[in-house]
Antibody, heavy 115, light 112 residues
Framework: EVQLVESGGDLVQPGGSLRLSCVAS????????MNWVRQTPKKGLEWVAN????????LYVDSVKGRFIVSRDNAKNSVTLQMNSLRADDTAVYYC????????WGQGTLVTVSS | DVVMTQSPLSLPVTLGQPASISCKSS???????????LDWFQQRPGQSPRRLIYRLSNRDSGVPDRFSGSGSGTDFTLKISRVEAEDLGVYYCMQYRHWPHTFGQGTKLEIK
């Protein structure tokens, strides 16, 4: 059974940091592009970042460039999103999703940025 | 960024009847390799998105054949031949021809 399990979501103050993790199982993780996508009721679904299977190519949406860092560990079947200088508009449910021969999504983890 | 515009945003349908969702992109989604990088997703209440159609018209494994995708260039359509109760939810188109990948606003399929 394929699983993507995110963790790390929390309530954090503006300017703070948070690290999201996603652990995969049930598919060939090292062959998949891994992505972070966030969702809010107001803005809908928004792509945040992705990383290629080798981990040496990364893309970020402009609004998180310089603040978020995506990385992966193929030996541990995991991908992380380090989020720094958090702002209120980063508040969202964050999904990790795998793109390859198939498409897989985690259940999401809630990040709330508020004082 | 490429803007994806869906219509309608709300779609009340009768069970057993067909349904159609339109998605228009602000730029062409055709790559130099000839493929069109447009996917369709379904999000049922309380669930994560699930991909139904990839690269314009290819159904994902396990997706019923009542779902079909079509279109070209900047104009795309998701069709459900006969709506079933399990189809209720929100449907999104998404382009990945250009970075950042972008989603439509979503179309809420409601059962009449």
């Amino acid at each position: 059974e394929v699983q993507l399990v995110e963790s790390g979501g929390d309530l954090v103050q503006p300017g703070g940091s948070l690290r999201l993790s996603c652990v995969a199982s049930g598919f060939t993780f090292s062959s998949y592009w891994m992505n972070w996508v966030r969702q809010t009721p107001k803005k809908g679904l928004e792509w945040v970042a992705n990383i290629n299977p080798a981990g040496n190519a990364k893309l970020y949406v402009d609004s998180v460039k310089g603040r978020f860092i995506v990385s992966r560990d193929n030996a541990k079947n995991s991908v992380t999103l380090q989020m720094n200088s958090l702002r209120a508009d980063d508040t969202a449910v964050y999904y990790c999703a795998g793109w390859g021969d198939s498409n897989y999504w985690g259940q999401g983890t809630l990040v709330t940025v508020s004082s | 960024d490429v803007v994806m515009t869906q219509s309608p945003l709300s779609l009340p349908v009768t069970l057993g009847q067909p349904a159609s969702i339109s998605c228009k992109s602000s730029q062409s989604l055709v790559h130099t390799d000839g493929k069109t990088y447009l996917d369709w997703f379904q999000q049922r209440p309380g669930q994560s998105p699930r991909r139904l159609i990839y690269r314009l018209s290819n159904r994902d494994s396990g997706v019923p054949d009542r779902f079909s995708g079509s279109g070209s260039g900047t104009d795309f359509t998701l069709k459900i031949s006969r709506v079933e109760a399990e189809d209720l939810g929100v449907y999104y188109c998404m382009q990945y021809r250009h970075w950042p990948h972008t989603f439509g606003q979503g179309t809420k399929l409601e059962i009449k």
